[in-house]
């Protein structure tokens, strides 16, 4: 999950630079993306292309949809079963969820 805001630059020669930045919400690491005196829709929605959906995170965020996939989400096909459920999984306890991919997921599990 990312966010993404411009702040300005002041240049010796008194001109106002837009540097375009996006944060991982997660990890709270920044990627500076762009740098422009005049930020237009269409330079921005490219730089955003080319930040969000690079093979990199594009390869992480289908990784960790496959896990929770797999591994968390009951499905109804299944009688509201795992398709691989973890071995040390709990009948009893406190139930906990985690948030996955900045919270656009939420994995739910009972605490051992």
Not at 37 to 65: D, E, F, G, K
Not at 78 to 92: A, L, R, T
Request: charged fraction near 15%.
């Amino acid at each position: 999950m990312f966010a993404c805001d411009f702040f300005t630059i002041e240049t010796v020669r008194l001109q106002t630079l837009c540097v375009f930045f996006f944060i991982e919400v997660g990890t709270r690491r920044v990627h500076l993306v762009g740098l422009t005196a005049h930020p237009t829709q269409a330079w921005v929605s490219q730089q955003a292309r080319q930040i969000v959906w690079n093979l990199q995170t594009l390869t992480y965020v289908l990784h960790m949809y496959e896990g929770y996939f797999n591994r968390a989400r009951p499905h109804q096909g299944i009688g509201q079963k795992i398709p691989d459920p973890s071995p040390e999984g709990s009948i009893s306890g406190t139930i906990q969820w985690r948030d996955l991919l900045g919270g656009v997921l939420h994995d739910y599990y009972r605490a051992v």
